[in-house]
Structures are given as structure tokens and as C-alpha cells.
């Protein structure tokens, strides 16, 4: 094994030049969610076998997946990395580390490990993406948002690799609500690197969260070219576009995006899936028929009950089989309630302190039991940033508590959280329409 160096200068152990030029090319390909980056890996093995960061790339993609039966080979290609990494250099063995830890489950430990690799190395763009995967999924804005800045100093334009940066900046600072910082950061990474779905989709959360659904759609058809080209994320800037046209009041059209672009019929991936269940649950509350839907969905999750890998997914899990009458959902709900977990399970806590009651409230709702399902969710309701994701992303959980409290006939609870709503989002049709009826039905009974 020799010594040679990526195109960040970050020192790389490998057999030859020809495996740290495919490093770098796989490095660009996850950037940029290019939909042959499995294969730019498979080159790295091909160049190099026993390549230390090969080996936490291949466990890295493998968790990123977030699927059960994934984790024995994630935990394999974990396991080789360190065995590798003892003639490796300081940073790929903190790397190796990383992966063994997050294939244990302990994904916090994971990112305190790329955090300290980012203190003596903020150019590793590797550690810094990962930071932020898990920085979302943990739903603490402020770790998100920090973790990011903390290494810009350290950056600029001539770095290969910068407007990513700029584009997970832009998502750190809306989720944090810094919302002019955002945009800037966002329209910066664009104009360096129009192939960037993550600084395109951080740009699309400012416009949702702002109720800006013209500029937002804009934005998005703008960048159509690029974004269309990317992995299966690009299904969730097509949910992103379905979300403005919603609040638009375009229901017709939400529908047919669902079918042509949301659905994701052949595929597995967990943010496919949670896409989709999303949207359908958002068209329920919003009063259309989405016939038969929801079946080929929850035949996806019908034997992803046992893997409580994120809560966040779970509960989107749990949603679809309940929205079906599957009794598989009471099954996974006593399953999660009864896991155990390693010792450092990073998700063990957040899915005993609020995945089992949320999905106490998923199921009351879905089988109308609306008095059960708000009792359920008011306790938890300030604290289901827990489960991560973004605050778009979190708002179907908002969406079913004012459902739910307004077909449960509690006029008191959903006049309150429509108030909220309407304060928060002054444009959303939805809210507005709701607003007004519920007031005029309540009126009329005052004045009967």
C-alpha cells in the first residue's frame, strides 16, 4: 500500500493512483446523487480491494439505505475496514471506527467520531455529509446547522467540492429558521453546481416553509434538466412540487404527480416509501377518494416490521399498514414496544419515548378512533422533532392531529390548532378553507 492524496489533499492509502482517482470519482457521484455511484464504487474494488475507505463506503451506502436486510453486509464491509485500518493513516481509521459504530446502531456515536475527524480535517466533504445525515435524522436544527459552519472557514470556491458544501448549508440554516441565510447559501450552490438535488431541495424547503408556492414551483421547473437526472431522490423533489402545488389547492394535479412521479412503484428505498405515504395521508385529509393506493405500499413494509433502524421511517411504516386494516401494524407497534436494542442503539430512545405513542395515535386515527388518536399525540406533539426528518416533512403529523381533534368533535382543540396553523402558514388553502368552514359551522351553532 502506498500514500497518495484526493482531490481535497486528504491523504488516501491505497494500491495504486488508479483507486484514489475512482475514490473521487465515487466521492462525486454521492455528491451529487448520480444514479451510477454503486457502480463507481464496484471501480474503487476493481483498482483496489483492500482499500481502507473503500471498504467505509461500502458500509456507509449500505446504511444509508436504512434497510434491514443490508445491515450483515454493512457490518461485514465495517468490520474489514478496521481490519485494514491498522496500516492506515489516523483520519481513515477514525473513518473505519465510524462504520462500526453505525453498523452497531450507535449512529450518534458515528457522527461524534466525523465530527472530531472534521476538527484536524474540515475538508473531509466524506465525514462532513455523513455528519449531516445523521445531524437531520437526530432533528436537532442547531447540530445541523453548526456542524456545517463550523468548517466553512476552512473552504472556498477553489476547493473541489464547495458547493455542495454551500448547498448543506442552506439546509442547515432553514431547518434552523434563518431563512434569508438559506436562500443566499442555496442560490450560491446552484450557480456553482446546477447538479446539486440537495442545495435544489434546501432552496425548496425555505419556499415551502415560507408560503412562497410560485417562487418555490419556479425554482423547481427551473432546474428540472438537472435534478430529473439524479437518483432516486429526485422522487422527493417531485413530493416537493406536489407539496406547493397542495397548498395551491391543485388536488387534481397532486394526484396524477403521485401517480407518475411519488408512487415509486418498483422501488424499496425507505424515503420512496415514506414519499408516498405522506402525500396519500395529506390527499385523505384533504377530502379525496385515493382508492386503492395504499395497498402496494403496505406490501412494501410487510416484512420491514422488525428493523427499527429510524423512528422517523417506522412510523411512516406503521402509517401505511394501518391505513390498510393490517393487523401486521399492531404486531410492529408490540415489536417496538418490546425492543430492546444494543446497549448504544441510537434510535432505542426515540422510538420507546415517541415512536410507540405516535404509533398508538396512527393507529386510533386510521381505525377512527379520533379522541384516542389526539389523546395520544397531544402529549408528544413538541417533542416529534425527536424522530428527525425535516419540519416539512414532520408537518403530516400536524396535519393528522387537526383531523383527528376536528373529527373527534373536540371544537375547542381544533379551533386552537387551526389558529396556530393559520398564523404559521397565512397562504396554505387548506388551512384557510378549513378555518373558515369549522368557524361558520361553529357560528351557526351559536346562533341555532
Given at each position: 500500500?502506498?500514500?497518495?492524496?484526493?482531490?481535497?489533499?486528504?491523504?488516501?492509502?491505497?494500491?495504486?493512483?488508479?483507486?484514489?482517482?475512482?475514490?473521487?470519482?465515487?466521492?462525486?457521484?454521492?455528491?451529487?446523487?448520480a444514479?451510477?455511484?454503486?457502480?463507481?464504487?464496484?471501480?474503487?474494488?476493481?483498482?483496489?480491494?483492500?482499500?481502507?475507505?473503500?471498504?467505509?463506503?461500502?458500509?456507509?451506502?449500505?446504511?444509508?439505505?436504512?434497510?434491514?436486510?443490508?445491515?450483515?453486509?454493512?457490518?461485514?464491509?465495517?468490520?474489514?475496514?478496521?481490519?485494514?485500518?491498522?496500516?492506515?493513516?489516523?483520519?481513515?481509521?477514525?473513518?473505519?471506527?465510524?462504520?462500526?459504530?453505525?453498523?452497531?446502531?450507535?449512529?450518534?456515536?458515528?457522527?461524534?467520531?466525523?465530527?472530531?475527524?472534521?476538527?484536524?480535517?474540515?475538508?473531509?466533504?466524506?465525514?462532513?455529509r455523513?455528519?449531516?445525515?445523521?445531524?437531520?435524522?437526530?432533528?436537532?436544527?442547531?447540530?445541523?446547522?453548526?456542524?456545517?459552519?463550523?468548517i466553512?472557514?476552512?473552504?472556498?470556491?477553489d476547493v473541489?467540492?464547495?458547493?455542495?458544501?454551500?448547498?448543506?448549508?442552506?439546509?442547515?440554516?432553514?431547518?434552523?429558521?434563518?431563512?434569508?441565510?438559506?436562500?443566499?447559501?442555496?442560490?450560491?450552490?446552484?450557480?456553482?453546481?446546477?447538479?446539486?438535488?440537495?442545495?435544489?431541495?434546501?432552496?425548496?424547503?425555505?419556499?415551502?416553509?415560507?408560503?412562497?408556492?410560485?417562487?418555490?414551483?419556479?425554482?423547481i421547473?427551473?432546474?428540472?434538466?438537472?435534478?430529473?437526472q439524479?437518483?432516486?431522490?429526485?422522487?422527493?423533489?417531485?413530493?416537493?412540487?406536489?407539496?406547493?402545488?397542495?397548498?395551491?389547492?391543485?388536488?387534481?394535479d397532486?394526484?396524477?404527480?403521485?401517480?407518475?412521479?411519488?408512487?415509486?412503484?418498483e422501488?424499496?428505498?425507505?424515503?420512496?416509501?415514506?414519499?408516498?405515504?405522506?402525500?396519500?395521508q395529506?390527499?385523505?385529509?384533504?377530502?379525496?377518494?385515493?382508492?386503492d393506493?395504499?395497498?402496494?405500499l403496505?406490501?412494501?413494509v410487510?416484512?420491514?416490521?422488525?428493523e427499527?433502524?429510524?423512528?422517523?421511517?417506522?412510523?411512516?411504516?406503521?402509517?401505511?399498514?394501518?391505513?390498510?386494516?393490517d393487523?401486521?401494524v399492531h404486531?410492529m407497534?408490540?415489536?417496538?414496544?418490546?425492543?430492546?436494542?444494543?446497549?448504544?442503539?441510537?434510535?432505542?430512545?426515540?422510538?420507546k419515548?415517541?415512536?410507540?405513542?405516535?404509533?398508538?395515535?396512527?393507529i386510533?386515527?386510521?381505525e377512527?378512533?379520533?379522541?384516542?388518536?389526539?389523546?395520544?399525540?397531544?402529549?408528544?406533539?413538541?417533542?416529534?422533532?425527536?424522530?428527525?426528518?425535516?419540519?416539512?416533512?414532520?408537518?403530516?403529523?400536524?396535519?393528522?392531529?387537526?383531523?383527528?381533534?376536528?373529527?373527534?368533535?373536540?371544537?375547542?382543540?381544533?379551533?386552537?390548532?387551526?389558529a396556530?396553523?393559520?398564523?404559521?402558514?397565512?397562504?396554505?388553502?387548506?388551512?384557510?378553507?378549513?378555518?373558515?368552514e369549522?368557524?361558520?359551522?361553529?357560528?351557526?351553532?351559536?346562533?341555532?
Amino acid at each position: 500500500m502506498a500514500i497518495f492524496t484526493d482531490k481535497r489533499d486528504l491523504t488516501l492509502t491505497a494500491a495504486g493512483a488508479e483507486a484514489a482517482r475512482a475514490f473521487d470519482h465515487v466521492m462525486d457521484g454521492y455528491l451529487s446523487m448520480a444514479p451510477d455511484t454503486g457502480d463507481r464504487l464496484k471501480g474503487v474494488f476493481a483498482a483496489d480491494g483492500d482499500m481502507v475507505m473503500a471498504h467505509c463506503l461500502k458500509a456507509y451506502f449500505m446504511m444509508l439505505m436504512a434497510m434491514g436486510g443490508l445491515m450483515p453486509k454493512a457490518e461485514q464491509a465495517a468490520a474489514k475496514a478496521q481490519e485494514l485500518a491498522v496500516h492506515a493513516s489516523p483520519r481513515e481509521q477514525m473513518h473505519a471506527r465510524a462504520a462500526v459504530l453505525w453498523t452497531a446502531r450507535n449512529m450518534d456515536g458515528a457522527a461524534r467520531v466525523w465530527e472530531e475527524i472534521l476538527l484536524d480535517h474540515p475538508r473531509d466533504i466524506l465525514a462532513a455529509r455523513l455528519a449531516h445525515f445523521a445531524n437531520f435524522y437526530s432533528g436537532d436544527a442547531r447540530r445541523l446547522r453548526d456542524s456545517v459552519n463550523r468548517i466553512m472557514p476552512a473552504w472556498g470556491q477553489d476547493v473541489p467540492g464547495f458547493s455542495y458544501l454551500k448547498g448543506m448549508q442552506a439546509f442547515g440554516f432553514e431547518e434552523s429558521g434563518d431563512y434569508v441565510r438559506a436562500q443566499a447559501a442555496a442560490e450560491t450552490a446552484i450557480d456553482l453546481e446546477p447538479m446539486d438535488p440537495w442545495a435544489t431541495h434546501a432552496y425548496a424547503h425555505v419556499m415551502e416553509m415560507q408560503d412562497r408556492q410560485d417562487d418555490g414551483l419556479a425554482w423547481i421547473d427551473r432546474l428540472r434538466p438537472h435534478w430529473t437526472q439524479a437518483n432516486n431522490f429526485q422522487n422527493h423533489i417531485w413530493w416537493h412540487e406536489a407539496l406547493m402545488m397542495m397548498d395551491q389547492g391543485r388536488m387534481d394535479d397532486v394526484m396524477a404527480q403521485y401517480d407518475a412521479h411519488v408512487a415509486a412503484p418498483e422501488s424499496e428505498e425507505y424515503l420512496d416509501i415514506c414519499n408516498a405515504v405522506s402525500l396519500l395521508q395529506r390527499l385523505e385529509i384533504m377530502g379525496l377518494d385515493v382508492g386503492d393506493r395504499w395497498a402496494p405500499l403496505a406490501a412494501k413494509v410487510q416484512n420491514r416490521t422488525e428493523e427499527h433502524i429510524l423512528t422517523f421511517v417506522d412510523l411512516h411504516y406503521a402509517l401505511a399498514l394501518a391505513a390498510m386494516g393490517d393487523g401486521k401494524v399492531h404486531e410492529m407497534r408490540e415489536f417496538m414496544a418490546a425492543y430492546e436494542g444494543a446497549e448504544d442503539d441510537s434510535n432505542l430512545p426515540i422510538m420507546k419515548a415517541l415512536g410507540v405513542p405516535l404509533v398508538d395515535a396512527l393507529i386510533a386515527y386510521r381505525e377512527g378512533r379520533y379522541g384516542d388518536a389526539t389523546d395520544a399525540m397531544i402529549p408528544v406533539r413538541y417533542e416529534i422533532w425527536m424522530m428527525g426528518g425535516s419540519h416539512a416533512q414532520r408537518d403530516l403529523f400536524n396535519l393528522i392531529l387537526i383531523d383527528a381533534a376536528r373529527k373527534s368533535g373536540n371544537a375547542a382543540l381544533t379551533r386552537a390548532l387551526l389558529a396556530e396553523r393559520r398564523a404559521a402558514m397565512p397562504h396554505d388553502d387548506w388551512t384557510e378553507k378549513t378555518f373558515s368552514e369549522f368557524s361558520a359551522v361553529q357560528q351557526a351553532g351559536l346562533n341555532s
